[in-house]
Nanobody
């Protein structure tokens, strides 16, 4: 199972970016896919998750109303549309997947599969 994240970059505060995650090797048997992020000196934190079986979506409070997670099953792609970006959104963003997680555990970082990360930098 391989996950390849892309789409990061440098953007001014208030701007937008769209992250993509290409999945291969059977990932789309995964029950849930998600985005996490990690800023320098901080722990990895949950951003958003989506259940492929139920369509349930969960967002961290810090990004609710600004970010949107989605899946294109036909293309084996996971996306994160990020709008109204803030300097505190600066981090390395990781896509991840798991075959067995349930909704109550979506925010926990013990996912089975991880991509390599893409850097997002928001300038003030």
């Amino acid at each position: 199972v391989q996950l390849q994240a892309s789409g990061g970059g440098l953007v001014q505060a208030g701007g937008s970016l769209r992250l993509s995650c290409a999945a291969s090797g059977g990932t789309f048997s995964a029950r849930v896919m998600a985005w996490f992020r990690q800023a320098p000196g901080k722990e990895r934190e949950f951003v958003a998750a989506i259940s492929r079986s139920t369509g349930s979506i969960l967002y961290a409070d810090s990004v609710k109303g600004r970010f949107a997670i989605s899946i294109d099953g036909a293309k084996n792609m996971l996306y994160l549309q990020m709008n109204s970006l803030k300097p505190e959104d600066t981090a390395v963003y990781y896509c991840t997947a798991d075959r067995t997680k349930i909704v109550s555990a979506f925010t926990q970082p013990d996912y089975a599969y991880w991509g390599q990360g893409t850097q997002v930098t928001v300038s003030s």
